[in-house]
């Protein structure tokens, strides 16, 4: 009996420190995959050009842009905010306590969040909710079974 008692309170103790700890867990998911979470948003903005609200991306290309598109074989029907790839190949995580941000290192990141909104950076509910299944519920398992069997 006093085994069980015993057992018990450790997987209390097991408990109350991964429920402690989820941020750090998670923000640890985060910081590993990073690089999964910056393709996500890239892929969305070049292949659909909606914003992480899942709304268009606005204004549309002049018909400037959307000839010189044309000539080189780029996607005009949607802005992609692609060019030669600096503003995308710039993107970065940053996390935080409770969330994560994206942004860019590139030199037209301030004018892009001005003339397109700071909504062109970030995942929609589908995509956070996808993500999070792929890669954090995953790996969160593997913490909670490590601690409790630890």
Excluded: C, W
């Excluded at 948003?41 to 050009?49: A, I, P, S």
């Excluded at 204004?59 to 044309?70: N, Q």
């Amino acid at each position: 009996m006093d085994d069980t008692l015993g057992r018990l309170k450790g997987l209390t103790a097991d408990l109350r420190y991964i429920e402690n700890n989820m941020n750090r867990y998670i923000r640890a998911i985060v910081e590993s995959d990073s690089d999964e979470i910056t393709d996500i948003n890239t892929q969305r903005l070049y292949d659909k050009g909606t914003l992480s609200t899942g709304a268009k991306i606005e204004p549309e290309y002049s018909d400037y842009t959307v000839e010189y598109k044309r000539s080189v074989g780029a996607p005009s029907n949607r802005v992609t905010l692609y060019d030669e790839g600096d503003f995308h190949g710039g993107f970065y995580v940053k996390p935080e306590a409770d969330h994560f941000y994206i942004s860019s290192t590139d030199s037209k990141t301030p004018d892009l969040m001005d003339d397109y909104t700071p909504y062109i950076f970030g995942l929609t509910i589908a995509e956070r909710y996808q993500y999070s299944m792929e890669y954090v519920v995953p790996e969160l398992i593997k913490e909670i079974r490590n601690r409790i069997t630890a």
